[in-house]
C-alpha cells in the first residue's frame, strides 16, 4: 500500500495583546492648588502615546502625550469624566498599534478659605486701633471687604492689607462681617 494522507483546514487566530492603563482612580483636586499625577500602561510593547479619547480634563490640567503627566492648576469647580487611551509602539505592519483606555472621573472643589482672628480685640474712645484680620486657604493674594455692619466713625479697612486702623470718634457696640476674597478667578463646570 501506498501512503495514506489528511488534510484539515485550521484557522489560527493571534489576539492582539491588552493594553492596561493605571491607575484604577485618580485623586481628586482643589481649585488653585497644583495638581499633577501620572497615567501608565502595560502590555503591548513600550513606548506609549496617551491621549484624551473622550471628555475632558479638568479646565487648566493638561495631558503630556508622551509621559502620561496630567499636571497644572485646576480653574474651575465641579466633576470632569474624561477617558485616557495609551496607544502603544507596534507598528501597523504588525496589526498595531494596540490600545488600551480607562475612564475617569476627578472632582475639583473650591478652596477652604479661614479669616482669622477669631473676635477682634475692643477699641477704646479717641485712642489709636490698629488690628490685621488674615485670610488664609486658596490662593494669595487677598481682598478684604465689609460685606454686612460698619465700623465705628474714624476707623477703616485696608482692603488690600486687611489692616483695621484709625482713631474711634463714636463709642457703642459695632458689629461687622468681613470677607475675603482670594485671587483666584473660578468658574463652575456642570455636574454630570
Not at 36 to 45: F, I, K, L, P, R
Not at 101 to 118: D, E, H, N
Amino acid at each position: 500500500g501506498a501512503p495514506f494522507t489528511v488534510s484539515r483546514a485550521y484557522t489560527l487566530t493571534v489576539n492582539p495583546p491588552t493594553v492596561t492603563v493605571n491607575p484604577g482612580t485618580l485623586p481628586n483636586g482643589q481649585a488653585g492648588v497644583s495638581y499633577s499625577q501620572t497615567v501608565t500602561a502595560t502590555g503591548g510593547a513600550s513606548p506609549y502615546t496617551f491621549a484624551i479619547s473622550s471628555g475632558a480634563l479638568p479646565t487648566g490640567l493638561s495631558l503630556n502625550t508622551a509621559t502620561g503627566v496630567i499636571s497644572g492648576t485646576p480653574t474651575a469647580v465641579g466633576s470632569f469624566t474624561f477617558a485616557v487611551t495609551a496607544s502603544d509602539s507596534t507598528g501597523a505592519g504588525s496589526g498595531g498599534p494596540f490600545t488600551g483606555f480607562r475612564a475617569y472621573t476627578v472632582t475639583i472643589s473650591a478652596p477652604t478659605l479661614a479669616l482669622g482672628p477669631a473676635s477682634l480685640p475692643n477699641a477704646t474712645y479717641q485712642a489709636a486701633y490698629s488690628q490685621t484680620v488674615t485670610a488664609s486657604g486658596g490662593t494669595a493674594s487677598y481682598t478684604y471687604a465689609i460685606t454686612a455692619g460698619a465700623l465705628p466713625a474714624g476707623v477703616t479697612l485696608n482692603t488690600s492689607t486687611g489692616v483695621i486702623s484709625g482713631t474711634p470718634t463714636a463709642a457703642g457696640t459695632f458689629n461687622l462681617t468681613i470677607t475675603a476674597t482670594d485671587r483666584t478667578t473660578l468658574t463652575r463646570a456642570p455636574f454630570t
